[in-house]
């Protein structure tokens, strides 16, 4: 596979992720590499969250330049409370 074509930052409620709220994961949104060093710009702002609700954030990297479009794995997971 080749370099990541963007980034999609996924959110859940609770404080890890399950295969029950995997499938309710929320697309918080997405970023794209800065080339020509391609890091991706790290500035996503979530504006629906709720108060006293907790989320656990997580990336997944798209390689949109394979036929089919592949997906990587999930990151580690960063929990939020709000």
Same mark, same amino acid.
């Given at each position: 596979?080749? &370099?990541?074509?963007?980034?999609? @930052?996924?959110? @859940?409620?609770? *404080?890890? @992720? *399950?295969? &029950?709220? #995997?499938? /309710?994961?929320? /697309? ?6 800065? /080339?020509?060093?391609? /890091?991706?710009? *790290? ?10 609700? *907790?989320?656990?954030? #997580?990336?997944? &990297?798209? #390689? ?13 997971? @960063?929990?939020?409370?709000?």
């Amino acid at each position: 596979m080749g &370099a990541p074509t963007s980034y999609e @930052v996924y959110r @859940v409620i609770g *404080t890890t @992720v *399950t295969s &029950a709220n #995997f499938a /309710l994961k929320v /697309l918080v949104g997405t970023v794209s590499p800065v /080339l020509p060093a391609t /890091l991706p710009a *790290t500035t996503i702002v979530d504006a629906n969250v709720k108060n006293h609700t *907790t989320y656990t954030y #997580f990336v997944i &990297a798209v #390689f949109a330049n394979e036929s089919p479009t592949q997906r990587s794995g999930t990151s580690n997971y @960063v929990t939020q409370p709000h």
